[in-house]
């Protein structure tokens, strides 16, 4: 149980365009959701705290215009990164916590690898 | 100084061999320790989950936490090679559920 699933699994696009990561929760609801971003042989970095319904509240340092998230349902989070730039190439990983269960382990997606050439 | 500091390895160890990965953390507030296992252009594997201060044991892992030295260790009984990948240990104050993560520990079991 508990799973999480991450689309596209990787995506290469031109400088310039906008691109979207779906993360959903397969098998359970989930109220919050959160995106990580992960360069090569680094940890994860909080990048947002995703919530239903409502503004998703950004770490400090990340650019809530650049890294558009959407959280309309209780099993679908989205992460839009607006004008893509070589530089936003990266490992983006969403995770979940069931319903309920706040304060419990979060569940991981597979992660979309982002590539802007 | 980092809030969790987790030695990068890598660390390379024989088939079968008890693997030992620690972490140290300064913040006194956390209460929940996790351990991640990720392979190679993976997200993260919920390996072990436990409370505040204690071990638990989960087949061939065993995690451990001390809070009052402020240390989480995870074993692994008889390495396999199938074992290696990166380790991350995770922790969090609960309520927040914000997860603070170590750098991750890369293991190698060799055949």
């Known amino acids: 149980g508990a799973v999480v699933s991450q689309h596209p699994s990787w995506v290469i696009c031109k400088s310039g365009t906008s691109v979207k990561i779906e993360c959903r929760s397969l098998?359970?609801?989930?109220?919050?959701m959160f995106w990580y971003r992960q360069f090569p042989k680094q940890s994860l970095m909080l990048m947002a705290t995703?919530?239903?319904?409502?503004?998703?509240?950004?770490e400090q340092g990340v650019e809530k215009d650049k890294f558009l998230i959407n959280h309309a349902s209780l099993t679908l989070s989205t992460l839009t990164v607006t004008s893509a730039h070589p530089e936003d190439s990266s490992f983006y990983i969403c995770?979940?916590?069931?319903?309920?269960?706040?304060?419990?382990?979060?569940?991981f997606g597979d992660g979309t690898r982002l590539s802007i050439l | 100084q980092k809030e969790v500091e987790q030695d990068p390895g890598p660390l390379s160890v024989p088939e079968g061999a008890i693997v030992s990965l620690n972490c140290t953390y300064s913040?006194?507030?956390?209460?929940?320790f996790m351990w991640y296992r990720q392979y190679s252009r993976k997200g993260p594997e919920l390996l072990m989950y436990?409370?505040?201060?204690g071990n638990k044991e989960d087949g061939r892992f065993t995690a451990q936490v001390d809070k009052s030295s402020k240390y989480i260790s995870l074993f692994i009984r008889d390495s396999q090679p199938s074992d290696s990948a990166t380790y991350l240990c995770?922790?969090?104050?609960?309520?927040?559920?914000?997860?603070?993560f170590g750098t991750g520990t890369r293991l190698q079991v060799t055949l």
């Open positions: 995770s979940a916590i069931p319903y309920g269960q706040e304060g419990q382990p979060q569940h």
């Open positions: 098998d359970f609801q989930a109220t919050t």
């Open positions: 995703s919530n239903e319904g409502s503004k998703a509240t950004y």
């Open positions: 913040n006194s507030a956390f209460q929940y």
């Open positions: 436990t409370y505040s201060s």
């Open positions: 995770a922790m969090n104050a609960g309520t927040a559920s914000k997860l603070t």
